[in-house]
C-alpha cells in the first residue's frame, strides 16, 4: 500500500493482520529507529508476533529523502508516522479509533511528538526508546560500548564527548539537543514502555525515570513499564549481555505488547505498573551542552590546521631545500621529534577517536586494552608526552644558539614552536596528557 507523509511525500508500506473476524480489531503502526533507507522488513518479526496477537500492524519503509547520517527532522518523522496511521486507520477490519504508534529508539523520540499532535492516536508504545537528547545518548551509548570492551579514562571521559559535542557544533549531528521531555508531558494517551534489561544504546535505568517524572508532572498515570531479562535494546534476546542480538523476541514481548493493546483499547484503566528484573546501567549519563566559544568546532578546526600546518612545515621545507641542493641547515634531534611526533599524535588521536565513534556502541572494537587504555591510545599518550619535552629542549637549543641561526631558520622554528605551544592546551582538552 501507499500513503502520504510529511509534505505529501510518498511512503510505502504493508499491513499485516491474523485472521479476519467479526469485530474490528485494534491496529499498530510500526515507527523505525534510526537509519536512513530503512525498509520495512526490518521490523517483520515484530509485526508477525504483533498480527498473531490479534493486532493489524502497518510496517513502512522509512524516507530517503530528507534524511540521512546528518539530517533528519523529528517533525517531518512525525508527519510520516501521522500519516500511517491515517492509512491504517481506513483499512478493513481495523478499529479506527484503537490505532495507535509503536516506536522503536529513534522512533521513541518521534512516536511521542506525533501523538502529541493527533486525537487520532489511541495509544502509545515505546521500546527502547530515550527520556534524554539525542546526543546525551549517543555519547553513552558508544561509552558504554567502550567500557564494555575494558576502556576507560581520559578517551571515553573527554575525547569522546568532545569530539561528539565539535560534531554537532558543526552541525553534522541533527536534533543534538532535542528535548522530549516537553512532548512526553504533553501525551494524553496509555504509554507502554517496555527496555531489555542489557540495553547498550539507550540508558535502560535513566530513561524510564525521565519518562515516568515527565508523564506524572503532566497528570498521566497511565503507563505501564516492563523490563525484560536477558534482552538488548531491541527487546530481542541475548546471549552475552547486549551485545549480540538473536533473531527472535524476549519471550513474553509480543504477549505482554498484545494483552495491553487490547485491553487499553477497550477501555480498561491502563494504571502505573512497574515490572520485571533490575536493568543494568554500569555509568550514568553526562550532560552535552552546546560547546563555548572557546570550545566551537571552528575553533577547534582552526587549531587543528594550525597544529598541522606547524609540525608539518618542519620536515617540508628540509626538504625542498635538499631538493634546491641548499646546504643542509643543523636541526637538533628534539625538534625533529617535535615535528614527528605531535604531527602524528595530532592526526592519529583525531582520526582514532573519529573510527571509534563509527564503529562504536555496542561494537566497539578499540583493539588490545592495557590497563584500561587501548594500546593505540597508549601510544598517542606517550608521543604526546614526547613530543611536550622534545617542545622544551627545542626552545632550550634555540636560546642557547639563537645568535647563529640564520633568518630563515628561525621563522622555521618559530613556527614549530608555536605549534608546540598550542599542543599542550590541545592535547590536555582531548585528553592525551591525561591518564
Not at 490505532?99 to 511528538?113: K, M, Q, T
Not at 506525533?114 to 555519547?139: E, I
Not at 639563537?402 to 621563522?411: D, F, I, L, N
Request: net charge positive; charged share 15%.
Amino acid at each position: 500500500m501507499s500513503f502520504g507523509g510529511s509534505e505529501g511525500l510518498p511512503l510505502h508500506g504493508t499491513v499485516l493482520s491474523p485472521v479476519a473476524g467479526k469485530a474490528a480489531r485494534p491496529g499498530i503502526v510500526l515507527v523505525h529507529g534510526s537509519g536512513g533507507g530503512t525498509p520495512r522488513t526490518k521490523q517483520l518479526t515484530e509485526a508477525v508476533e504483533f498480527a498473531r496477537q490479534g493486532l493489524s500492524v502497518l510496517i513502512y519503509d522509512k524516507r530517503s529523502k530528507d534524511y540521512s547520517l546528518f539530517e533528519r527532522s523529528y517533525a517531518r518523522l512525525a508527519g510520516d508516522a501521522l500519516g500511517a496511521v491515517a492509512a491504517l486507520r481506513s483499512q478493513p477490519g481495523v478499529d479506527p479509533a484503537k490505532v495507535g504508534l509503536w516506536g522503536f529508539s529513534e522512533g521513541g523520540w518521534v512516536a511521542p511528538l506525533a501523538a502529541s499532535r493527533s486525537r487520532d492516536v489511541a495509544f502509545v508504545v515505546l521500546v527502547g526508546a530515550n527520556s534524554g537528547p539525542p546526543l546525551r545518548q549517543q555519547t553513552w551509548a558508544v561509552a558504554a560500548g567502550l567500557r564494555k570492551a575494558g576502556v576507560s579514562g581520559s578517551l571515553v571521559d573527554r575525547a569522546e564527548p568532545h569530539l561528539y559535542r565539535m560534531i554537532a557544533d558543526g552541525d553534522l549531528f541533527p536534533e543534538p539537543y532535542y528535548d522530549p521531555r516537553p512532548v512526553i508531558a504533553a501525551l494524553r494517551r496509555p504509554v507502554l514502555g517496555i527496555w531489555g534489561v542489557h540495553d547498550l544504546l539507550t540508558p535502560p535505568v535513566e530513561s524510564p525515570r525521565g519518562f515516568a517524572e515527565a508523564l506524572e508532572k503532566a497528570g498521566n498515570r497511565h503507563y505501564t513499564f516492563r523490563f525484560f531479562a536477558d534482552a538488548d535494546h531491541a527487546v530481542h534476546r541475548t546471549p552475552d549481555g547486549g551485545v549480540t542480538r538473536l533473531p527472535e523476541l524476549a519471550p513474553g514481548y509480543a504477549a505482554l505488547v498484545g494483552s495491553w493493546v487490547h485491553g487499553v483499547t477497550a477501555g480498561e484503566p491502563a494504571g502505573t505498573r512497574w515490572s520485571g528484573p533490575d536493568p543494568v546501567q554500569d555509568a550514568p549519563t553526562v550532560p552535552m551542552d552546546p560547546p563555548s566559544g572557546w570550545e566551537s568546532s571552528n575553533v577547534q578546526l582552526a587549531a587543528l590546521t594550525l597544529l598541522v600546518v606547524a609540525f608539518a612545515a618542519y620536515p617540508v621545507v628540509a626538504l625542498v631545500r635538499r631538493l634546491r641542493g641548499r646546504s643542509r641547515t643543523p636541526v637538533t634531534r628534539a625538534a625533529r621529534l617535535l615535528s614527528a611526533g605531535g604531527l602524528t599524535a595530532v592526526l592519529g588521536s583525531f582520526c582514532y577517536v573519529a573510527y571509534l565513534l563509527m564503529t562504536g556502541g555496542k561494537l566497539a572494537t578499540p583493539g588490545p586494552v592495557l590497563a584500561g587504555r587501548p594500546l593505540v591510545w597508549l601510544a598517542l599518550q606517550a608521543l604526546a608526552v614526547a613530543s611536550v619535552v622534545a617542545a622544551v629542549l627545542t626552545a632550550l637549543a634555540w636560546r642557547r644558539t639563537a645568535a647563529s641561526v640564520p633568518a630563515g631558520e628561525r621563522v622555521r622554528l618559530g613556527l614549530l614552536l608555536c605549534g608546540g605551544l598550542v599542543f599542550v592546551p590541545w592535547s590536555l582538552y582531548w585528553g592525551l596528557l591525561l591518564p
